[in-house]
């Protein structure tokens, strides 16, 4: 019998909990002996596909399971190399060399189209193959699953942090009432409006919280943060790193013209920070301190801070994934299908790589309060707080009333 | 009997731990009901005895005890001001009207200053005061005592938190290969030195270390960075926010030709980011993406990483600080006295103010090593990892041998 091997890589940005999935697929593989004799797992990616750079990996350990399981980043390399159409035959071949019944890519939007491509390549040329996606992306853009494993962590990481920020701010609002903190997400709010998940109760800090969605002028910035710090004696403000403000052209990425700093080799542009140019604007004009804290990799990397739920549930679709693909549905991506909110209950589902690969899903206009004062709805409220995996810390203050 | 009423205050930048302190002298005042009959808290330090602002707080409250002793800030509320001599008979008099006996005030070099001349004020005038000043500050700067509590804490965050950042680029390598993280520290290393604790071997992430003692030329980090790249495949960086350059003057802060981008009302100025400026010269000159974390007040606030030694050192030094006053040693600082590097013990003792205020300890030359890619000794190791409270997450790692 052929087809026994299974291949596994991780791709795109990491995550708090992406080795969970991985862990998963390990853990499942284990179950099924008969069927699976042997997994690798890719070196960076498809980089590792093309280049054969993988190693064995052990189904059945449970110290590897378990460490993975503790372990922020990729474990495997991860990449963002994307398997153009002029790869596909070098990379079936590969596959059929080593005689690969299944390839589970751990990824965002553009693994599932390598899957998508990959697998649909296999069944033209009539190779056997079950190419499963398994989701993962702090920026939760993914369609067709209700949410993706890494946001429920970066979003507890950021409802604690901002907090932690606030309280910083709220005991130096004497002398540095201004603090900014700039966060991931790409083009989308849904990391940023995690940040409000914190707040104790209405109107408290982050008092303004902007989203990419909701393009702004930095004068309108300007203005919405003297208010705040006129009434409060201090001001905590969100906003991501694309932050978006009006042009003439449609939108541009706050600050600086909207020029890129750098253009990569691959025609990404990269922005000087928004959080960085504000607060220049902010000293220059109200004439007090204004700071920001910019976390950077560190928010997707917190393992301190890593949801529970967010943890098992991408434990949850490396093992679906083996399951699909041992059940011969390969083409899809394992979903998060939610049954209720409170209590939250969630089981795993697929859906049709063709639907996923390519699309994004941007933060629904339902989720979106009316401004950056009042970020978030009751619906986003409702949504994201289960993924949190369990009550934020409670801290005391005993001071100001605000 | 007069004298009875204790005041207690908290000053300039907050930490993970400072507020474990006002817990210690709520526990510690506790136990001396018929010398301590009341307990009042400043508000923003030295500016709420000036306003007569401040609140009741009770000794005996387990439940407010045991929640500062998980908050992070300064839940009193923190200022930067000084008591100037100006201000000293205006403070004498709020003392003598509210009949304070006891004043304690949590902070840092500045703070001893204030509780010593507040302390010599009220000698000279024959007020019967006990000043005690209590340690705190992330920066390790304060002389006389073997460290300072909240530091032990961003010592721990940032021993983790470059390794989960290090294990993120170690998995974007093949297009994110170069990272920065930009840490605190004022003028000295001792913050970014933690950073290093981390490594896992020699030569292992972080590759880099500047300290703010040994001036660097941005040509000088670009050559460092160039020579790690080559070796490993990436680069993993990080130096303080007043991180130096040679400059004919002496030195500068480096990047920007050593120019603040601003000058508070008070005159203290505001550089842009080291990192950004080395970021912008890694791109051009090396032609790949560099990125940087600032992780700001997040790293002074995160309480999920605070170092359990840490915490119980700062609730003594407040303990200590109330038995001192009470056995009527003002005028002196609570301390940190080491009896052993392993087994790590440490007790408390007395410092003379005087001997204390306005001096400030450096990161010594025998815990510096002989460049950034080794920048710290063995001495350094066993006098800093006791204070980071426990052994470091343990992490997995699948891909690349380094």
Request: glycine residues 10%.
């Amino acid at each position: 019998m052929s087809g026994q091997t299974l291949l596994v890589g991780q791709s795109g940005g990491p995550t708090a909990v992406i080795n969970s999935s991985l862990a998963g697929i390990l853990a499942e593989a284990a179950r099924w002996p008969r069927q699976i004799r042997a997994v690798y797992g890719l070196r960076h990616g498809v980089e590792g596909l093309l280049a054969e750079d993988w190693r064995a990996l052990p189904a059945d350990d449970p110290q590897l399971i378990a460490g993975l399981r503790a372990t922020p980043s990729a474990a495997l390399g991860s990449a963002r190399h994307r398997l153009r159409d002029a790869d596909l035959d070098a990379a079936l071949a590969v596959l059929r060399r080593h005689d690969i019944g299944y390839f589970l890519l751990i990824g965002g939007n553009d693994s599932a189209d390598t899957t998508d491509r990959l697998g649909r390549a296999a069944a033209a040329a009539g190779y056997p193959l079950q190419a499963v996606a398994v989701p993962k992306t702090i920026d939760n853009d993914l369609p067709a699953t209700d949410h993706c494993p890494g946001y429920g962590s970066i979003a507890r990481y950021l409802a604690v942090g901002v907090q932690e920020a606030a309280l910083d701010t709220a005991a130096m609002r004497r002398t540095d009432p201004i603090k900014l903190v700039e966060v991931m997400g790409r083009g989308a709010g849904w990391v940023a409006a995690a940040a409000a998940l914190g707040r104790r109760k209405p109107g408290a800090a982050p008092h303004l919280v902007y989203l990419p969605e909701r393009p702004v002028a930095p004068e309108q910035v300007l203005a919405d943060v003297e208010a705040v710090y006129r009434r409060h004696g201090y001001a905590i403000v969100v906003l991501s790193e694309n932050q978006t403000e009006p042009s003439a052209g449609g939108t541009r990425v706050l600050g600086a013209g909207g020029e890129p700093e750098w253009v990569d080799p691959f025609g990404h542009a990269y922005h000087p920070s928004p959080a960085a140019y504000l607060c220049r604007l902010l000293r220059a004009e109200l004439g007090v301190r204004a700071r920001y804290d910019k976390p950077g990799t560190l928010q997707r990397m917190a393992r301190a801070l890593a949801s529970p739920v967010d943890e098992r549930e991408a434990f949850a679709v490396g093992r679906a994934a083996v399951r699909a693909a041992l059940r011969g549905q390969g083409g899809q991506m394992v979903t998060l299908v939610r049954r209720s909110d409170a209590p939250y209950r969630c089981a795993t589902g697929l859906a049709p790589l063709a639907t996923v690969a390519n699309q994004s899903r941007e933060l629904p206009a339902e989720f979106i309060g009316p401004d950056a004062a009042e970020p978030i709805t009751a619906a986003f409220v409702r949504y994201a707080q289960p993924l949190l995996g369990g009550p934020l810390p409670h801290y005391t203050w005993l001071s100001d009333s605000d």
